[in-house]
């Protein structure tokens, strides 16, 4: 396999754009050329868009942007992942050099979201996510919610002490996205302004999730040798349905990503001086850190109240802001998080340190299609502390037709979430609960009522047009159901009196 | 560059389908395979998928594939090029074997269409095409019917013999359909039945056209080898729009495409012993062959006519039906192509001859990003007579902007269509011309009356929020016009009575 080089990078600043999607491909795709004529020994253009279709309205957009740089003739595709198409470009870019196919290739990520209303980007982003889950109302906000909600109790914390963890979060990646010129937010964010933010979906917050942004950001790949080389890259994937999956707290996406790319490079977790990690919402920063081995699992949360993950923390996390601050232009955040690593380690960004060796981690739709990219400076040390993680086993999920699975009439509550930011038909506040019912079977619900909910309550469902909607079975029908089934062993129990009378 | 060798191919029957996008991957997937467990050896996936997102309503394609075949886990990606999309998954898995990063990979492709209005299909389809002649009402079927009105003129066709040759490919190609049971169309089509059908865009009927259609194909690519072996595959790329083009009755896209695969697979037309080439409309299978270096330009209508290019012929053409019998499910049509090649030259398809060396060609959009592969049993006999023509000089196409150029009051019609079939918000028939105006350059109009239109006609033309419309110039006007020009000149002229008139 042919070693593959960074041989410039390029990005819009992130936030809100006038400018068409191709234009903000323009200005990025100049930058990372530096100058240089677009045709100029570009051997092709892999270009990551997430929905153009429904963003902008257009299809055809490979043909459109390599049109509007001015140099048809050159091939140009586009590669969709979700949320990580940016990554999956540069992925595909990457094989392009590494099969000695191209020589020298652009890679480019887009997506213009804010001319949309906040309800039609709600709904195409819920597009990536089951459609059975979608018909019960659930957003993206509303699964990560349910994630977080299972990764409190799975960890024992207190519902202050999660908190204070995602609000760490936060503020640490606003503190940074303050410091990055080319960041939506160049703000910090006070504890007092997390908490007098609105609920998205329980516990998520408003300033728990990535903001809707215009962007692109662009990467020249070559095979001749520069002072910059990607040596890991790696994709998984994940089940789709949180009502399929076997874990909450941890994506197997991430997972087998990460084993990839460590393993092409060489390197283990311990190797890495900072990473650029999907905040889309701020508990999936932590799960991430986790599931890449930099914090024992349930241990990433408490490494945030630490400062190990600030700027000047033993490993910073998303020191460009992340999502959070940065900007979310769905397509463009997989490839604008290895632009940013790669000007921190060329140095264009002013560190205490002299990072050599940067991880980048990218989420494709509910963490069903994940990369990691490993970037490394030429004359970094060789690694140290080899201890990659193993590849995962393969899920062997069979999906599961809620349609045509029985549901039995009473479950128990796995997770759940109310969700106050609803797609159109949804009115507010909606609980969501996932329900593992009598079979073993674990299936989303719409809640009937807005009863308090936790984790392992006992609830009556029923199924309406395929949508299933549960009611929390209150303390007296409990009993009364106790009552129910004593009374009905005793009637069911043979006795002679009974015999007698059937006799009669 | 690693060998690649095919391991298997699948393809469901193509026409209307009412099974799930992904259960048509399922099955495809499963024949290709060949029984084996689909996460069975298979490293990532490949998805080539035009626009699930407003044909079905789907985003994040690839997720839900690799979820309902039932291997989470396995990397997945999707590929999108238009109406190429097929061939661009096979180009980019081509790659991934190529580079070593994986040993075994499936690649998909299909598109799910039937259950949609033919007016939303025919607005889906539109987004491919350049906006602004979007915007006069330009659909895919008008622009292929202006560039065959164009091809007429050039080679000096009369009207019959242009429709001669048109019928004769969709004979043709009916034909072949008529012996292909995955075939949408199973029947040959008669003379009368060709003329009978009604006009979509002059000159183009309904018979020109591909139809609308659900399947899926698939292909697994190996690094073992089998006795079946991609030696060459090439992209290219064209001017998006019909106004920036220089030339119409050539494919810049497919000359690159197929240079670069004809270099890389060492070898030239007259090694091809049969092809498959997107024949969407029935006159780019003509330009096609052409393109391809089978026939000279201007000659590929004639080498259908002779019989060259049937089945039996000395270089047959389409020989499963191609687009226009077989079915044209937009993402699936590029690797159906490499699917059918592969039968064809394993033998699978009962043939008078064993043809060793097939090539497929794809187009995406109006051929803005088109793609060449050559397939060969590794039992060929090596190349004979290579003559690969040289890779094209680039476009250095700068993109004019209709909306902020000049445009003069007048113009000469470049090409012309009468649109049946229109886009909704406009009413037929609809006269549509490129013209070109006083500066020289080239703009879409719509016909203000349906004129009896014809190329180099003069035109005037006027601007009405951003939409051209022409009308043509009539005899009078032209007198007219002749008359007040000379007026004016002499008018203009300094003559000794109006100086003294001037000065008194």
Do not use: W
């Not at 939506?184 to 933010?197: E, W």
């Not at 990691?372 to 004359?379: A, F, G, N, W, Y």
Request: glycine share 10%; hydrophobic share 40%; with cysteine.
């Amino acid at each position: 396999m042919h070693a593959v080089y960074i041989g410039g990078v390029g990005m819009t600043k992130f936030g809100k754009d006038a400018r068409p999607l191709v234009e903000l491909f323009k200005q990025a795709a100049g930058e990372a050329l530096g100058g240089a004529t677009p045709s100029d020994g570009i051997d092709a253009v892999y270009i990551g868009v997430m929905n153009c279709e429904e963003f902008i309205g257009e299809s055809n957009i490979a043909s459109q942007t390599i049109d509007a740089l001015g140099f048809a003739g050159t091939p140009a595709l586009r590669v969709e992942t979700a949320s990580s198409a940016g990554a999956a470009a540069l992925f595909t870019g990457f094989q392009a050099i590494a099969s000695e196919c191209y020589r020298r290739v652009l890679v480019l990520a887009g997506e213009k979201m804010t001319h949309l209303s906040t309800s039609t980007t709600t709904r195409v982003l819920a597009e990536v996510i089951d459609q059975e889950e979608r018909l019960c109302g659930a957003t993206m906000p509303a699964l990560a919610a349910m994630i977080t909600e299972k990764y409190r109790r799975k960890y024992h914390l207190s519902h202050s002490r999660l908190q204070n963890m995602l609000c760490a979060v936060a503020m640490k990646n606003h503190l940074n996205g303050a410091q990055n010129p080319l960041a939506q937010f160049q703000h910090g964010i006070t504890r007092d302004a997390y908490l007098n933010s609105k609920f998205v979906a329980t516990p998520l917050r408003l300033y728990d999730c990535a903001p809707i942004t215009d962007g692109a950001a662009a990467v020249v790949l070559t095979c001749d040798k520069t002072d910059l080389r990607i040596t890991g890259i790696g994709q998984g994937t994940g089940p789709l349905s949180l009502r399929d999956r076997e874990t909450f707290t941890s994506f197997p996406a991430t997972l087998a990503a990460a084993a990839r790319a460590y393993q092409m490079a060489g390197v283990g977790p311990k190797d890495i001086d900072f990473a650029e990690v999907h905040d889309a919402f701020t508990p999936f920063e932590i799960i991430t850190t986790e599931d890449l081995g930099f914090f024992p699992a349930g241990k990433g949360g408490e490494a945030v109240l630490d400062g190990k993950t600030a700027l000047d923390g033993v490993l910073p996390i998303n020191p460009s802001g992340g999502l959070k601050a940065r900007g979310h232009p769905v397509g463009a955040s997989g490839l604008a998080q290895v632009v940013e690593a790669c000007k921190r380690l060329k140095g264009d960004i002013a560190s205490k340190r002299s990072p050599k060796r940067g991880l980048t981690q990218s989420t494709g739709g509910l963490a069903t299609n994940n990369f990691v990219t490993i970037l490394e400076r030429t004359d970094a040390p060789p690694a140290q502390k080899l201890a990659a993680p193993a590849l995962p086993p393969a899920a062997t999920t069979q999906r599961r037709k809620l349609s045509t699975s029985r549901v039995s009439e009473e479950g128990v509550i796995e997770t759940f979430t109310t969700l106050y930011v609803t797609p159109d038909g949804f009115l507010p506040p909606l609980a969501l609960a996932l329900v593992r019912d009598r079979y073993g079977s674990l299936l989303m619900a719409q809640g009937e009522d807005d009863t308090q909910l936790k984790i392992g309550q006992e609830v009556f469902l029923r199924r309406v047009d395929g949508v299933c909607f549960f009611t929390v079975k209150s303390q007296i029908q409990k009993v009364q159901e106790a009552f129910m089934k004593l009374f009905r062993r005793k009637e069911a129990m043979p006795s002679k009196d009974n015999r007698g009378g059937d006799q009669s």
